[in-house]
T-cell receptor
Framework: NAGVTQTPKFQVLKTGQSMTLQCAQD?????MYWYRQDPGMGLRLIYY???????DKGEVPNGYNVSRLNKREFSLRLESAAPSQTSVYFC??????????????????FGPGTRLLVL | AQTVTQSQPEMSVQEAETVTLSCTYD???????LFWYKQPPSRQMILVIR??????QNATENRFSVNFQKAAKSFSLKISDSQLGDAAMYFC???????????????FGTGTRLTIIP
């Protein structure tokens, strides 16, 4: 199993350009997530997807769109990149829990990250 | 909203010694999970250890153990017999539910950079 994979590993964009970050998982997980990591701020949730066909906003969704193409793939799109979007982006996935907090571990597994620089 | 605080931006420890990383959190929930993730220079986020809030027993994974104090909302990580490969950023994270589908939402602290001195 490759786990969670992300492409590209590194990208440089000019302000106003668009791009899509790709994420795929081969663990048959229902839930997928996009986080961004900025210096001194930890990871923050951008969007998540509970299952194929559903997406919801996280803590910092402005300037991003997502698509849950199928169970395996969850993409993050920047329509008009801004320097404030310079960051490291992580995709993660997890199994859907039973709905009970005591139903078992639903650990999130992370991809290797995409480093994005917007000039 | 939940918050997670790691008050030690940097820590260092001599190889083979023991080090403790601090984490506090704020929540109004009674049941939740807590995690420690390790991020080495490769940037991969690796799960180190996890704790269920309803369990009084502290979690242990080989050289890694936690001191979970629910009333104090404290969740520290102890690394025994530190090794050079332990050098990394360590993030404390809180898990809450964000939808009826049982999704996880992880709230992260700002991290502690751990240096191992040979």
């Amino acid at each position: 199993n490759a786990g969670v994979t992300q492409t590209p590993k590194f990208q440089v964009l000019k302000t106003g350009q668009s791009m899509t970050l790709q994420c795929a998982q081969d663990m048959n997980h229902n839930s997928m997530y996009w986080y961004r990591q900025d210096p001194g701020m930890g990871l923050r949730l951008i969007y998540y997807s509970a299952s194929e066909g559903t997406t919801d906003k996280g803590e910092v969704p402005n300037g991003y769109n997502v698509s849950r193409l199928n169970k395996r793939e969850f993409s993050l799109r920047l329509e008009s990149a801004a320097p404030s979007q310079t960051s490291v982006y992580f995709c993660a996935s997890s199994r859907r829990s039973s709905g009970s907090l005591t139903g078992g571990w639903e650990t999130q597994y992370f991809g290797p990250g995409t480093r994005l620089l917007v000039l | 909203a939940q918050t997670v605080t790691q008050s030690q931006p940097e820590m260092s420890v001599q190889e083979a010694e023991t080090v403790t990383l601090s984490c506090t959190y704020d929540t109004s929930e009674s049941d939740y999970y807590l995690f420690w993730y390790k991020q080495p220079p490769s940037r991969q986020m690796i799960l180190v250890i996890r704790q269920e809030a309803y369990k009084q027993q502290n979690a242990t994974e080989n050289r890694f153990s936690v001191n979970f104090q629910k009333a104090a909302k404290s969740f520290s990580l102890k690394i025994s017999d530190s090794q050079l490969g332990d050098a990394a950023m360590y993030f404390c994270a809180y898990r809450s539910l964000i939808s009826n589908f049982g999704n996880e939402k992880l709230t992260f602290g700002t991290g502690t950079r751990l240096t191992i001195i040979p």
